[in-house]
């Protein structure tokens, strides 16, 4: 659905993007990750058709960016890192503008603006000035708008961004329903936890360039050295303690509020010999789990904290 | 230590672009009103005491030019004063450093108002040359520059109290332009009419020392004039005597006054007291209403008698309130049907619709009424029909400059105000095509001058039939019989017919051709005003080249045309490319004849009324429509150069 081959974006003696590869199949949330300045903003602007490329190939649906811009519009939808506000618009007229401008007509228009207003929980601001919303609620009204043509794909940039929770996670449950109605989502977000939750596929660019992409797991594997185990047992977890230090897998052992987190050397995917130990051995188990490895951490290990 | 304010304003500001062209354009004009001057007046001196009065009439010329400019130069550099900090959302930062009140207001005034001295100071070798001829005194140069300081001075003071109390840079930069006029005008007004009218005995001009133009124009003549010894005089006596001193006391006072103020509220106005600036504001707004609001009934009971001035004190605030009222409503309205172009419907409707230019529009179709009022009463009292004549050119051409105003700073703000708020992205990421985005945005315009120049229409035909019909038959009660009386043309006048003196001869042409000239004109300053748009990274500065194009458009017309226009036979119809003397001619046809010197031959009179005249206004009106029509393929074409670079 999304295709760059060598997409590159320079501003005079700055480099914004590096021959970025990216690809976004139909039907993916693709969540974009990198640093402040990395360039994340620049690639969705160009995919967006707001920049022309200065080298490589942007593809939207398989038409190309700056060849085919006007097919892309149609199919697009984009939210910038801000909401753009008509200061003096009223919410219903602020989407019966974008309607206008995606050539709805009426009485199509209202019924379409009704239906985004009835979806994105707006539909008791239908009279009011947009101004007088809320950041979530015009954040909501953001993606309000870009859902009136029914776009394939959904360009969105930092869409959280400034948030308070009840609103990011008023946002993130909007975008988990446009991801079950087969929407394409390229989203990007410094909220890296949302985006784990979100998303089905990570890429992560810095300086420029894409440093990785692969889905969730494959991400998660790669930045994992070593596994980490969560366990407790019933009872005193002293024993339980001598008894994993013992196994030879096991190279550090730590008691954190009543669990035991139990690094084992390298990437083991096998870890059943140490349950069925404490088994035998007559320890209750509580717990016993692999700590997940977050998209923090892949993100802190993946990137050097460097901008274009 | 030296306030960093000051510095950083000092360091930046200085290389801007803005800053560069106005100090070229300062420059220029100064030097080019030395050149002309001195190309047309040279010829008619000889000798050293023409000399002498050669430079006594070029300091006064330029003396006037430059405080002038100052005055509507001062607030392109001192009205952003704070407000640009506000905007960058750098004020908040400034105050939490250890920077006093004083320190804040002083180094955002001063830093601004160095720009000012700067450019003021560039004409001193101006005047060293002058005084090279002679004609004035070392002290008249001291006193123009005293004058042009302590304006530049107040000037600033007032920009950053205001600015203190505003955000948004373009706001207060347009503010302050109407501001700087309505004082000008409106103590010109409160001396040369309102205390004339209200205090018996009121010696006119006693309020020089109020006003920079009048006090600069004092100095001028001093010389000229005996005037009582300073220690003769009293306080006032000598405020009234010496305006030129009265002036730079008082405003260098009142600077002092206004900067102490803005010291003491900066800190506390941005502690969370908005709504208390605002509310500041407007017992402003309402006390200054008030003020006009008695003055003018006062003006009226004292001409007309209680009961009649009460009566037309009503008929016209009535209006107003009704407007007023209208105008809040205006705050809380319902959603509009949006058009199938939403880019013109947006131009037209919500950016028309807001509670400011509802009133602007509101005013304007009153005074449009009202002036048509007026020629009723000249007409059934018997007055002048000259008057009449040139009461209707005064308001057309004062229309014309409103509506070419409205049309070129709306839409030097179309684009780059969206570019602003950030709604430029959205729109451009629709399917909508650079075509239909102009097309739109110039529609909506069109749209929205349409009021304007439906409201010209009325004026010019309104001013026909009355001219035409005998309306003293029909509409002879509307008028009260002491009016009547008073416009009348006295007994003693009879055998006297000036040109233009008949009302039976109000030309039918002059219905339309007023419009098509200044439609036209309209047109192309529109779309000039949205080439400025689209290039411009900020509104103000757009709106800024939009407005001082349509002025020196206006005047670069009228002049050439004026010139043009004394060329044998085609000259005239030249002529009709400016809006203005278009109006001349239709509305003052035998005057406008007589100048062009072609009222003697029979022949060329009936050639330009039946033929010159409609050529020379279409093409005119064609002229301007292809200059708007290749300015839009133009922008149509850079659009995505332009545009897209910049968003």
């Known amino acids: 659905m999304i295709q760059t081959i060598a997409l590159t974006k320079r501003f005079g003696d700055v480099l914004a993007v590096d021959s970025l590869d990216l690809s976004v199949e139909e039907g993916d949330c693709y969540g974009f990750i990198g640093p402040n300045g990395a360039g994340k903003t620049t690639t969705i602007r160009m995919l967006a058709t707001l920049l022309q490329p200065t080298w490589g190939v942007a593809r939207v649906c398989g038409y190309v960016v700056g060849m085919h811009s006007r097919k892309i519009r149609p199919l697009i939808g984009f939210v910038p890192d801000y909401f753009g506000a008509y200061e003096d618009m009223l919410v219903q007229e602020y989407l019966e503008f974008f309607a206008a401008a995606y050539g709805l007509r009426n009485p199509q228009r209202r019924q379409v603006v009704s ?47 400034g948030l308070d929770p009840r609103a990011r996670i008023e946002i993130r449950e909007l975008l988990k329903e446009l991801k079950r109605m087969g929407k394409t989502i390229l989203i990007s977000s410094h909220i890296l936890s949302e985006l784990a939750e979100l998303c089905n596929k990570i890429g992560i660019i810095e300086r420029g360039k894409l440093v990785f992409q692969g889905s969730m797991d494959e991400v998660m594997r790669r930045v994992r050295q070593r596994t980490v185990l969560r366990i407790r047992v019933a009872g005193s977890p002293e024993r339980a303690r001598q008894l994993i230090e013992s196994a030879p897998q096991v190279t550090e052992v730590r008691l954190e509020g009543g669990v035991l987190r139990v ?46 | 230590m030296v306030n960093p304010i000051f510095m950083r304003v000092m360091n930046t500001s200085g290389r801007q672009r803005r800053h560069v062209w106005v100090r070229t354009v300062y420059l220029a004009v100064i030097l080019m009103t030395l050149t002309v001057m001195m190309l047309v007046e040279m010829t008619s001196y000889r000798g050293e005491a023409a000399l002498a009065q050669l430079g006594e009439s070029l300091f006064r010329t330029i003396s006037f030019v430059q405080l002038v400019l100052i005055l509507f130069l001062s607030p392109v550099y001192t009205a952003g004063a704070i407000s640009q900090e506000r905007d960058a959302q750098t004020f908040g930062v400034l105050l939490a450093t250890p920077l006093s009140n004083l320190q804040i207001v002083l180094g955002s005034l001063l830093s601004r108002l160095f720009f000012v001295l700067a450019i003021l100071v560039s004409t001193l070798p101006v005047f060293a040359l002058l005084y090279y001829f002679g004609g004035f005194e070392l002290t008249d140069v001291f006193l123009s ?93 000598f405020l009234v005597q010496y305006p030129e001193y009265g002036y730079v006391a008082y405003s260098t006072a009142l600077s002092v006054v206004i900067i102490v103020l803005g010291a003491v509220l900066v800190r506390r106005l941005a502690r969370g007291y908005g709504g208390l600036a605002r509310r500041l504001g407007q017992a402003l707004y309402a006390v200054a209403g008030a003020a006009v609001a008695v003055a003018a009934c006062a003006v009226l009971i004292r001409y007309r008698g209680p009961a009649q001035g009460l009566a037309i004190f009503l008929l016209v605030a009535l209006p107003v309130a009704a407007g007023l009222v209208f105008f809040r409503l205006k705050r809380h309205r319902k959603p509009k ?132 019909l005998p309306v003293e038959e029909y509409l002879g009660s509307l008028v009260p019989p002491g009016w009547a009386r008073a416009v009348a043309v006295p007994s003693g006048a009879t055998g006297y017919t000036p040109r233009d003196g008949a009302w039976s001869n109000w030309s039918l042409r002059s219905i339309v051709y007023p419009l098509v000239t200044t439609g036209g004109l309209a047109a192309a300053m529109a779309t000039l005003g949205m080439t400025f748009s689209l290039r411009a990274r900020k509104t103000a500065t757009a709106a800024i080249y939009a407005a001082l194009s349509v002025l020196g458009v206006a005047a670069t017309v009228t002049c050439c045309c004026s010139i043009t226009g004394l060329i044998w036979v085609v000259g005239p119809i030249a002529a009709m490319a400016s809006p203005f003397l278009t109006n001349c001619a239709c509305f003052m046809p035998e ?51 332009q545009v897209r670079q910049k968003v």
């Open chain 2, 145 to 237: 520059y005293g004058i042009a300081a302590s304006s530049a001075l107040l000037t600033g003071a007032v920009a950053v109290a205001v600015s203190i109390v505003t955000t948004g840079t373009r706001r207060v930069m347009i503010g302050f332009f109407l501001f700087v006029t309505a004082y000008l005008v409106g103590v010109w007004v409160l001396d040369h009419m309102l205390l004339v009218a209200i205090v018996p005995g009121y010696v006119e001009g006693s309020l020089d020392w109020l006003h920079p133009i009048a006090a600069m124009q004092r100095t001028l003549i001093g010389g000229q004039v005996v005037r009582p010894l300073w220690s003769e005089l009293g306080a006032w006596d």
């Open chain 1, 115 to 161: 239906d985004v207003l009835e979806l994105t929980d707006l539909a008791v601001k239908r009279d009011g000035p947009v101004n007088g919303l809320s950041r979530g609620m015009k954040q909501r009204l953001a993606v309000a708008r870009v859902l009136l043509h029914n776009p394939k794909v959904l360009l969105l940039d930092e869409p959280a961004s």
């Open chain 2, 591 to 641: 005057s406008f004849m007589e100048t062009f010197n072609f009222s003697d031959s029979v022949q060329l009179i009936g050639f330009y009324r039946y033929f010159g005249m409609h050529v020379g206004v279409l093409g005119a009106a064609a002229g301007y429509g292809v200059f708007a029509w290749l300015r839009v393929r133009g922008m149509v074409k850079t659009f995505d150069q």
């Open chain 2, 337 to 468: 049907t949006v058009w199938d172009n939403p880019i013109a419907w947006r131009e037209r409707v919500t950016r028309t619709a807001t509670a400011r230019r509802t009133l602007v529009q509101f005013l304007y179709i009153l005074l449009s009424v009202l002036a048509l009022y007026v020629l009723l009463v000249l007409k059934v009292g018997g007055g002048s029909a000259r008057d009449a004549r040139v009461f209707v050119l005064v308001v057309t051409t004062t229309q014309m400059f409103i509506i070419l105003m409205v049309g070129a700073t709306m839409a030097a703000s179309s684009i780059s105000y969206e570019r602003e708020q950030g709604t430029l992205d959205m729109i451009l990421a629709t399917p909508i095509t650079p075509r239909y985005f102009i097309h739109g945005k110039l529609f909506g315009i069109i749209r929205y001058l349409g009021m304007f120049l439906a409201m010209m229409l009325l004026v010019t035909l309104g001013a026909y039939l009355i001219a035409r």
């Open chain 1, 263 to 308: 690094a084992l050397g390298g990437q083991v995917d096998d870890y059943s010999a140490l349950a069925r130990l404490l088994v035998e051995r007559g320890c209750n188990l509580l717990l016993f789990e692999e700590e997940p490895t977050s998209l923090e951490t892949a993100f802190m290990r993946l990137t050097e904290g460097l901008v274009a």
